[in-house]
């Protein structure tokens, strides 16, 4: 089955609209979903970095350690706020919840709990923070008496907040008394009493529980290790979806059979298909309850740039390879040239802007960045203004095409032919087959004759006669002069006159206007010289003679005429030696 180009150019405005809309609607779907969130702050991937740096995780099998800190003498470190919370965490990373449930306070609890509980509200305290909040070690108190500028009581600290849709929960630290009557550091028992409650919306749900269950308690960048085979089978699913719906699209263009229809089933096929599968396993990594460092791996978004950025570069190729198409079957093939740097330049400025999304997502300061880069660039451009001009002319040249490659024709006071309009000179080969190079910059300003231009070449002989010649002889020699013209086929017959143009000082001068049918020099000069034949031969048989440079002297009768012409000859002389 054919189509036409009409049809096909329809069917890809249609279909290119079809994607787009598509893809609009597949992403606000993805997006829509509202994001449980969490804490106040979501830490970046660089804080999750600096965190891990700080506090390394101790090995499974090695023995707790009394941990030193400031404050009385504690068997677990509890003498001050970030003792407790260090503690609490080492422990419950090991799984050693027996131990974490030393840094719980369970007492006074609701009559629903009990302090036998402490183990397993040890285990969900750890699930809710993994997965709401994000603590920096650093901002935690190590004083025995806690922040005193924090406006709470003296016994009491604030490690967090959480947020839910409808709630807010402090996740309290308080000091209280040992068994021996020493103040230590536990979890309040007001933020024990919320657990339930928090469980139930940061929990892991039945199906996480039931994976937790099953798979060893081992954790890795701050998750379980079923919760990474989840993200895993999310990814498989992910791609086989991406595959499905891809393929679908790519198989309708290949049938098209049209380069362009190739050409953008590839595009579907690569960054598009890519691109499509990171949205689904992003907006589909809730599914395995992800705790703070796994979200902030998510929403660093570095594969998410990197794919988009490919889809961005792909279709801007694809774009100007069509415009270059289109630009060459118009007949200004030299500006092709211009788009391969364009297109350079357009990929730098995409994948900087990348590089610095990238660094923003992670948690640098790009501004500082951004200020860096922009004192630097106006230095490289201060320090290459001049190349600037020349590459600008070059678009200039580009754009309105006064000259091509191959054109002949005088450009200021050069006579010759343009060889390469290079991004910094135009070289031009001159008759006497010279090359000289002159920077665009300073060519776009030159006056430019370009001879290729010509759709026909003026011939406009002038015929010099001399003033021993008839009226009748000059017009026998106009008329033989226009009816040769007429008679040639290369001469446009409607502009071709012959003219009594003036009486000159030596001759008398006709006037030959016409154009000859060529655009090409050699095949001018050829018409031109049977022509210059022509009109000796129509000169000839009217009798008449051409003129040349000469003066007529007339002498009176009896005229001494050696004293004339030493007279001639003084003035002569004398102006010689003026």
């Not at 093939?333 to 990348?354: D, E, F, T």
């Amino acid at each position: 089955m054919s189509y036409s180009l009409p049809e096909n150019r329809t069917f890809l405005k249609s279909f290119m609209i079809y994607t787009m809309v598509s893809v609009a609607i597949l992403m606000g779907v993805l997006f829509s979903a509202p994001d449980r969130a969490l804490s106040k702050e979501q830490p970046s991937l660089k804080d999750i970095t600096k965190k891990t740096d700080e506090e390394p995780e101790t090995e499974a099998k090695e023995k707790p350690k009394v941990v030193k800190v400031a404050g009385p003498s504690d068997e677990f470190g509890r003498g001050n706020p970030r003792g407790t919370v260090k503690g609490y965490f080492e422990a419950a990373r090991k799984g050693d919840y027996e131990r974490a449930a030393d840094y719980l306070d369970l007492r006074n609890l609701p009559g629903y709990l009990k302090k036998s509980d402490g183990p397993e509200l040890a285990r969900k305290l750890k699930i809710i923070l993994d997965r709401s909040l994000w603590v920096d070690m650093s901002l935690v108190s190590d004083s025995p008496g806690g922040h005193a500028d924090d406006g709470l009581p003296k016994y009491r600290d604030v490690l967090g907040v959480i947020e839910t849709e409808g709630a807010s929960f402090n996740i309290l630290l308080q000091k209280i008394p040992r068994e021996d009557g020493v103040s230590i550091w536990k979890f309040s028992n007001v933020t024990i009493a919320q657990i339930p409650e928090l469980y139930e919306y940061f929990g892991y749900g039945h199906l996480g529980e039931a994976l937790y269950s099953i798979f060893p308690d081992v954790e890795f960048l701050g998750a379980r290790l079923w919760q990474w085979i989840g993200v895993v089978i999310i990814m498989i699913v992910a791609a086989l979806i991406a595959l499905l719906l891809t393929w679908t699209a790519s198989y309708i263009l290949r049938r098209r059979g049209t380069n362009a229809s190739i050409r953008v089933a590839g595009f579907v096929e690569g960054p598009v298909r890519f691109l499509l599968w990171i949205l689904i396993v992003n907006k589909s990594i809730d599914l395995v309850s992800p705790t703070v460092t796994m979200r902030a791996i998510a929403q660093s978004h570095i594969i998410l740039t990197i794919a988009v950025t490919w889809t961005i570069m792909r279709a801007i190729d694809f774009l100007i390879d069509r415009y270059a198409l289109r630009i060459s079957k118009s007949g200004r093939s030299g500006a092709v040239a211009l788009l391969k740097p364009l297109r350079n330049v357009v990929r730098i400025v995409i994948a900087i802007a990348a590089v610095l999304v990238i660094l923003d997502n992670i948690g640098f300061r790009v501004t500082t960045i951004i200020a860096g880069l922009g004192v630097g660039s106006l230095a490289v451009a201060l320090a290459a203004q001049k190349t600037l001009e020349d590459v600008i002319g070059a678009i200039t040249l580009y754009a309105s095409q006064p000259v091509r490659h191959g054109d002949f024709g005088r450009f200021g006071d050069i006579l010759g032919t343009v060889e390469d309009i290079a991004m910094r000179s135009t070289r031009i080969r001159t008759l006497d087959n010279t090359l000289v190079s002159i920077p665009n910059a300073e060519f776009a300003k030159l006056n430019i004759e370009n001879f290729t231009k010509r759709e026909k070449i003026w011939y406009h002989p002038r015929i010099s006669l001399t003033y021993g010649t008839t009226q009748d002889q000059i017009r026998s020699i106009i008329a033989g002069v226009e009816k040769l013209l007429r008679a040639h086929p290369k001469i446009v017959p409607d502009i071709a006159r012959v003219r009594f143009e003036e009486l000159g000082q030596y001759s008398l001068n006709l006037n030959v206007f016409t154009y000859i049918d060529t655009t090409d020099m050699n095949e001018f000069l050829e018409v031109s010289e049977e022509l210059n034949f022509q009109i000796m031969d129509a000169v000839e048989k009217a009798g008449a003679s051409f003129a040349l440079p000469s003066q007529t002297m007339y002498l009176e009768p009896g005229a001494d005429v050696d004293n004339i012409l030493s007279r001639k000859e003084d003035v002569r002389e004398a102006k010689e030696q003026d």
